[in-house]
T-cell receptor, first 116, second 116 residues
Framework: GAVVSQHPSRVICKSGTSVKIECRSLDFQATTMFWYRQFPKQSLMLMATSNEGSKATYEQGVEKDKFLINHASLTLSTLTVTSAHPEDSSFYIC????????????FGPGTRLTVL | DQQVKQNSPSLSVQEGRISILNCDYTNSMFDYFLWYKKYPAEGPTFLISISSIKDKNEDGRFTVFLNKSAKHLSLHIVPSQPGDSAVYFCAASARMNTGANSKLTFGKGITLSVRP
């Protein structure tokens, strides 16, 4: 149980285009999902908290107009990187919060974004 | 300001021996701690957690110890196996004060190598 999927697993796009990444909780409902970004050999940096049916909460320094988050259902959150630039190239990971049995975050497999 | 610190970037142990991974934190509001295991290009996998009301939690080969006065926790893996080779992240949250949806703060991770 507690499986989280992400799609796509990797994407290469041209500078200036937008990319959408999906995060799904496959066997549980998650009112809260989180989006992280990881640079090589660095920690996971929380970008935003995605709440079903309401606006996402962004961490300081994260541009909400650039990283659009939509949590339209209890099993799906999407992150759209708008007008992507090469510096947006990174490993993006989502997690879904399972509240039963003690709140734990279960992570997706991540999405490798490369902006040319 | 690194609130969760994993000061050793790497650890190498012989198969069958004990692996001890250390983690320190500075935020006294943290009351819930987790360890995640991560392989390259994959999302973190939950291993074990501990609440601040306990000082030890054991699950099979994995045991987490918490020393609140020292703001220190450690993950013990015994016996270590080659398949345990991965990056291990320590994470903390302040659940009691901010609710179950509180975000996780991650350390930078430690790379464990278990030699056959």
């Amino acid at each position: 149980g507690a499986v989280v999927s992400q799609h796509p697993s990797r994407v290469i796009c041209k500078s200036g285009t937008s990319v959408k990444i999906e995060c799904r909780s496959l066997d549980f409902q998650a009112t809260t999902m989180f989006w992280y970004r990881q640079f090589p050999k660095q920690s996971l940096m929380l970008m935003a908290t995605s709440n079903e049916g309401s606006k996402a909460t962004y961490e300081q320094g994260v541009e909400k107009d650039k990283f659009l988050i939509n949590h339209a259902s209890l099993t799906l959150s999407t992150l759209t990187v708008t007008s992507a630039h090469p510096e947006d190239s990174s490993f993006y990971i989502c997690s879904a919060l399972l509240t039963s049995g003690g709140a734990k975050q279960f992570f997706g497999p991540g999405t490798r974004l490369t902006v040319l | 300001d690194q609130q969760v610190k994993q000061n050793s970037p790497s650890l190498s142990v012989q198969e069958g021996r004990i692996s001890i991974l250390n983690c320190d934190y500075t935020n006294s509001m943290f009351d819930y701690f987790l360890w995640y295991k991560k392989y390259p290009a994959e999302g973190p996998t939950f291993l074990i957690s501990i609440s601040s009301i306990k000082d030890k939690n054991e699950d099979g080969r994995f045991t987490v110890f918490l020393n609140k006065s020292a703001k220190h926790l450690s993950l013990h893996i015994v016996p270590s196996q080659p398949g345990d080779s991965a990056v291990y992240f320590c994470a903390a949250s302040a659940r009691m004060n901010t609710g179950a949806n509180s975000k996780l703060t991650f350390g930078k991770g430690i790379t464990l190598s278990v030699r056959p």
